[in-house]
């Protein structure tokens, strides 16, 4: 506040604002009077108070009535309310409509100027608060986040107050949440937004390649290693490095890890130089790390190293109100890499999109659209894991027996994916487009698996 705060007292006794006055303005405090409720009100309308310290009984309008019009007209002014102490049950139920605070005659003069700098004090804070949500909404990058439920709108909230620093960050969640896309959102509107973002999948990469693709290897450190290669830590200087899957890291190479965290410096396989690094690290899992670490398959120092600050990314069936606009999104995106005219959806597909439990999250409702001709609920069932009537009901005939919904065409895919790998319930779930863990998921969910 650049200039004194002006504060409102309101009391039907002059002698009593006459005192208030006196003692606000030697603590330095602008000070304006109302002898009544109603007069409050219009005061409020016309003058933006920083605080009204007004007093609960009142001949024509009391202080409760008042309190109302006033929050109706400024819901952010602090109120304080005056009351004797056999009216104090009244002023609880003021606290319960929105006053900040009451306080009882006679008064304690030291009280009321502590509550009074307080109450400013918790106002000037959720202003500046507010400006600096409006200002980092303003220069926010989204990346290709979709979402306006209240859970993302906190997650991204999140996201751009730990972005600027240089914290490192555990991203968790279930597979197929998008945790890669917040990862970048972190890069995006951090101070490193214009260095590399270097992302690696540690379940993806053998313990041995993962140490050269990490640190980088000299020549003849392994044999096929012809040449010096320069590790993903160095490439990412100045950057970030994404570390997806990290529980899947063995307990050797979380060693080796934990030591680049805490030296800032990375040696080459086969090597003896001490490489000095600057990047910032954001790791991601699907595992909860602290169940991993009590089972003794994580690191318990690794585990507070990496979980600086933690971001857990909702799965899909706790943001519903963001499927439409996913599935909206993917449809233009696929729509317009295959060439095709399409409207959107009827509204049965998409009631029974956003009804569905989508175990896959995100990634499996895109993969949803993405095999769908999107012209109707019983096309876009049928075509999305290229199926046809007969393979969901079984009948010879070709006639439908069961419902088309999600839940019957995905049962039938996962069966008939599952026959044409043989069983291999990894190459089964790659084609699906899900982690072997969901298809297990999915399988006791169909009574398909003990």
Same mark, same amino acid.
């Given at each position: 506040?650049?200039?004194?705060?002006?504060?409102?007292?309101?009391?039907?006794?002059?002698?009593?604002?006459?005192?208030?006055?006196?003692?606000?303005?030697?603590?330095?405090?602008?000070?304006?009077?109302?002898?009544?409720?109603? /007069?409050?009100?219009?005061?409020?309308?016309?003058?933006?108070?920083?605080?009204?310290?007004?007093? $609960?009984?009142?001949?024509?309008?009391?202080?409760?009535?008042?309190?109302?019009? $006033?929050?109706?007209?400024?819901?952010?002014? &602090?109120?304080?309310?005056?009351?004797?102490?056999?009216?104090?049950?009244?002023?609880?139920?003021?606290?319960?409509?929105?006053?900040?605070?009451?306080?009882?005659?006679?008064?304690?003069?030291?009280?009321?100027?502590? /509550?009074?700098?307080?109450?400013?004090?918790?106002?000037?804070?959720?202003?500046?608060?507010?400006?600096?949500?409006?200002?980092?909404?303003?220069?926010?990058?989204?990346? *290709?986040?979709?979402?306006?439920?209240?859970?993302?709108?906190?997650?991204?909230?999140?996201?751009? *107050?730990?972005? &600027?620093?240089?914290?490192?960050?555990?991203?968790?969640?279930?597979?197929?949440?998008?945790?890669?896309?917040?990862?970048?959102?972190?890069?995006?509107?951090?101070?490193?937004?214009?260095?590399?973002?270097?992302? #690696?999948?540690?379940?993806?990469?053998?313990?041995?390649?993962?140490?050269?693709?990490?640190?980088?290897?000299? @020549?003849?450190?392994?044999?096929?290693?012809?040449?010096? @290669?320069?590790?993903?830590?160095? *490439?990412?200087?100045?950057?970030?490095?994404?570390?997806?899957?990290?529980?899947?890291?063995?307990?050797?190479?979380?060693?080796?890890?934990?030591?680049?965290?805490?030296?800032?410096?990375? /040696?080459?396989?086969?090597?003896?130089? #001490?490489?000095?690094?600057?990047?910032?690290?954001?790791?991601?899992?699907? *595992?909860?790390?602290?169940?991993?670490?009590?089972?003794?398959?994580?690191?318990?120092?690794?585990?507070?190293?990496?979980?600086?600050?933690?971001?857990?990314?909702?799965?899909?069936?706790?943001?519903?109100?963001?499927?439409?606009?996913?599935?909206?999104?993917?449809?233009?995106?696929?729509?317009?890499?295959?060439? @095709?005219?399409?409207?959107?959806?009827?509204?049965?597909?998409?009631?029974?999109? $956003?009804?569905?439990?989508? &175990?896959?999250?995100?990634?499996?409702?895109?993969?949803?659209?993405?095999?769908?001709?999107?012209?109707?609920?019983?096309?876009?069932?049928?075509?999305?894991?290229?199926?046809?009537?007969?393979?969901?009901?079984?009948?010879? /005939?070709?006639?439908?027996?069961?419902?088309?919904?999600?839940?019957?065409?995905?049962?039938?895919? #996962?069966?008939?994916?599952?026959?044409?790998?043989?069983?291999? @319930?990894?190459?089964?779930?790659?084609?699906?487009?899900?982690?072997?863990?969901?298809?297990?998921?999915?399988?006791?969910?169909?009574?398909?698996? &003990?």
């Amino acid at each position: 506040m650049t200039q004194k705060p002006i504060i409102l007292v309101v009391d039907d006794d002059s002698a009593h604002r006459t005192m208030l006055r006196t003692l606000l303005s030697g603590w330095g405090y602008r000070v304006e009077e109302a002898d009544d409720g109603a /007069t409050a009100i219009a005061a409020v309308e016309q003058t933006p108070f920083d605080l009204v310290l007004m007093d $609960i009984r009142m001949v024509t309008v009391s202080g409760i009535e008042a309190l109302d019009g $006033i929050k109706e007209r400024n819901p952010a002014i &602090p109120v304080v309310m005056m009351t004797a102490y056999s009216s104090v049950e009244t002023a609880v139920d003021a606290l319960k409509k929105g006053a900040y605070d009451y306080l009882t005659k006679p008064f304690d003069f030291e009280k009321l100027k502590v /509550t009074i700098a307080r109450a400013l004090e918790h106002i000037q804070l959720k202003e500046e608060n507010r400006r600096l949500r409006e200002d980092l909404a303003r220069h926010f990058d989204r990346k *290709q986040i979709i979402g306006r439920s209240p859970v993302m709108l906190r997650l991204l909230d999140t996201v751009a *107050q730990v972005a &600027p620093s240089e914290a490192t960050v555990l991203l968790t969640g279930e597979s197929g949440t998008g945790k890669e896309l917040i990862a970048e959102a972190v890069h995006a509107n951090s101070k490193r937004k214009k260095g590399p973002f270097i992302k #690696i999948n540690c379940a993806a990469i053998t313990e041995t390649l993962l140490e050269s693709e990490l640190f980088g290897h000299e @020549k003849g450190a392994f044999t096929g290693a012809d040449r010096r @290669k320069e590790g993903r830590f160095q *490439q990412a200087g100045g950057g970030s490095m994404f570390l997806d899957e990290v529980s899947e890291m063995s307990l050797g190479m979380q060693v080796k890890l934990l030591r680049v965290i805490q030296e800032r410096e990375v /040696t080459r396989v086969g090597g003896g130089d #001490i490489l000095p690094i600057d990047v910032r690290i954001i790791a991601a899992t699907n *595992q909860q790390l602290r169940d991993l670490v009590q089972d003794g398959r994580f690191r318990e120092d690794l585990y507070y190293r990496l979980n600086v600050v933690n971001i857990e990314v909702p799965p899909l069936r706790l943001r519903r109100e963001d499927i439409p606009l996913l599935a909206q999104s993917f449809l233009e995106r696929f729509a317009g890499q295959n060439e @095709k005219q399409v409207d959107g959806f009827t509204p049965h597909a998409m009631e029974e999109l $956003i009804r569905y439990e989508w &175990p896959g999250n995100v990634r499996e409702l895109m993969n949803v659209v993405e095999r769908g001709d999107y012209l109707d609920f019983e096309s876009l069932l049928l075509t999305a894991q290229g199926l046809e009537p007969a393979a969901i009901s079984g009948n010879s /005939t070709g006639a439908v027996e069961e419902e088309p919904t999600l839940d019957n065409v995905e049962r039938a895919t #996962i069966l008939k994916t599952l026959e044409a790998t043989g069983g291999n @319930k990894s190459e089964a779930a790659r084609r699906l487009g899900i982690t072997r863990k969901t298809l297990n998921n999915k399988l006791r969910k169909y009574g398909l698996m &003990p």
